[in-house]
Each structure stands twice: as C-alpha cells, then as structure tokens.
C-alpha cells in the first residue's frame, strides 16, 4: 500500500503562485510515475503534470509554461510549482502514484483562484 499526502493549497488572488507537496510512504518501489491531476465541479479529473517512467515530463497544455513539476526523490515527494494562476485553475488538486491500475490517490488539496 502506498499513503500520499497533499499540502500546500488556498486561496490566493490571479497572477498569484502555489506550491504543491505530495509525499509517498509505504510501499514507496510502486510509486513510479508520481504526477498531478485536478478536478473543477462539474468536470472530469484531468491532468496537470506528470513525470514518466523515464523521468521525463508531461504537461497539460493549459499549463505549460506557468506550472513546474519536480521531485525530491530521497523524501519520496513531488512538487508542483504554479505561477501565474488563473480563475480557471481553481480545482482539487490530486497527486497520484503508480505506474498501472489500481493508481494510488491522495485526498486533494483545493486551489482557489479568485480576487
């Protein structure tokens, strides 16, 4: 079994920036890839970020170029930095583990964005 454990949400106003943390325990040799998604109500969990198993990275186009994901790999946590936030990034945010069904999920950290 592999426990993540989101932080670093809140609010903060447009233009505004957040930090991420996801850190793995467990059965910490099946949390490869470690990524980000996010889900806004009403719609269907998307992706954010991610590593591949080759520890390259992928990003949502709606992302690229304002977020950042990386990796402290001796402390088994996955960052996500977000710059330059808009409205329309508000979601829960989730970090997920695992390279094949079943995935891993944490519980969400919720990222408003809003003046």
């Known amino acids: 079994q592999v426990q993540l454990v989101e932080s670093g949400g809140g609010l903060v106003q447009p233009g505004g920036s957040l930090r991420l943390s996801c850190a793995a325990s467990?059965?910490?040799?099946?949390?490869?890839?470690m990524g980000w998604y996010r889900q806004a109500p009403g719609t269907q969990r998307e992706l954010v970020a991610t590593?591949?198993?080759?520890?390259?990275?992928n990003y949502a186009d709606s992302v690229k170029g304002r977020f950042t994901i990386s990796r402290d790999t001796a402390k088994n946590t996955v960052y996500l930095q977000m710059n330059s936030l808009r409205p329309e990034d508000t979601a829960v945010y989730y970090c997920?583990?695992?390279?094949?069904?079943?995935?891993?999920w944490g519980q969400g950290t919720q990222v408003t964005v809003s003046s």
């Open positions: 590593f591949t198993l080759y520890g390259s990275t």
């Open positions: 997920r583990a695992g390279g094949r069904l079943p995935y891993y």
């Open positions: 467990g059965s910490i040799f099946s949390i490869n890839p």
